[in-house]
């Protein structure tokens, strides 16, 4: 009998044929909200838990604390609830209400602050108490091993190893870096583009860094391109999938669709996957659909 925590991956690979105009290029979304947590954090946050429980790293009566934008936090609380652990998510005060409803549904207290560069800051302050245990996906190798063992393998299957191109939005950096990984391993020429926001675009779940907190498990090496795609792109992508091709998801996703298309337009032919991140219900209570 599956648990939860069975339920982890193995998400939809589907086609979206009506807003791809190149008919020489194939576009798929990797549905990645067809998670139990709804989103492709839950892969990270059970890896994470998992492996350090698995280590010893997590002692008994340790709280876990995390810094997050919304939807590791969810996947977090989820999988910290499935194996009995106490859980302290610390999130940016204009983060949509119904994350932190989710994450307090499952049991997490929810520390709101002003902005996620003042999360890290606390979490990792809070994380050095020996009561506390900091999972810190932004430097934490089992975030992109997740994808590495689990997303990549399937993106290869599912294709039939005719992938030509990666799309992904870049926060944490660990869909990018794992998946990466492993289809670099299978085959060389296979291009990783990244997804960015234009300076002065707000975009949930992708973020252009301040040096001081570029996330430790970004090697620059396994990205051949990085695209950047302003807010506007995003919010009008996302609507668009949701009223064309019937696929409900956030504002990141709306951007990683935006590059995918552009890149279309510039291949004579190819095979490209992009991350689904989420489900859009993360942002009905934003102006995303409004």
Not at 132 to 147: R, T
Not at 179 to 197: T, Y
Request: include cysteine; proline fraction near 4%; hydrophobic fraction near 40%.
């Amino acid at each position: 009998m599956a648990t939860i925590i069975d339920c982890v991956g193995n998400t939809p690979l589907v086609e979206l044929k009506k807003l791809n105009a190149n008919r020489a290029v194939k576009v798929y979304a990797k549905l990645e909200g067809n998670n139990p947590g709804g989103s492709v954090k839950d892969r990270a946050a059970l890896n994470m838990i998992r492996s350090a429980m698995e280590r010893g790293d997590i002692k008994p009566g340790t709280t876990l604390i995390e810094a997050t934008s919304g939807n590791t936090g969810i996947a977090l609380a989820m999988i910290a609830r499935t194996y009995g652990l106490d859980m302290e998510l610390v999130m940016p005060s204009n983060s949509t209400r119904e994350r932190t409803l989710t994450m307090e549904a499952y049991g997490a207290r929810v520390t709101l602050l002003e902005t996620i560069e003042a999360c890290r800051d606390y979490a990792e302050e809070k994380g050095a108490r020996p009561d506390y245990y900091l999972l810190n996906q932004f430097a934490n190798p089992d975030n992109y091993l997740a994808h590495y063992k689990t997303t990549g393998p399937e993106i290869w299957r599912d294709t039939n190893g005719q992938i030509t191109h990666f799309v992904s939005a870049m926060g944490t950096t660990g869909s990018i870096m794992g998946n990466s990984m492993f289809l670099k391993e299978k085959n060389p020429s296979i291009q990783i583009v990244g997804c960015q926001p234009t300076e002065g675009s707000s975009i949930p779940g992708i973020r252009r860094w301040p040096e001081a907190y570029l996330p430790k498990i970004f090697d620059p090496g396994r990205v051949d391109r990085i695209m950047d795609v302003s807010q506007a792109e995003a919010t009008d992508m996302a609507r668009q999938l949701a009223k064309v091709e019937g696929v409900f998801v956030g504002m990141s996703t709306g951007g990683a669709m935006a590059c995918a298309v552009r890149l279309a337009e510039e291949l004579d032919e190819g095979v490209i996957v992009f991350i689904a991140c989420d489900r859009g219900d993360r942002y009905l209570s934003s102006d995303l659909f409004g």
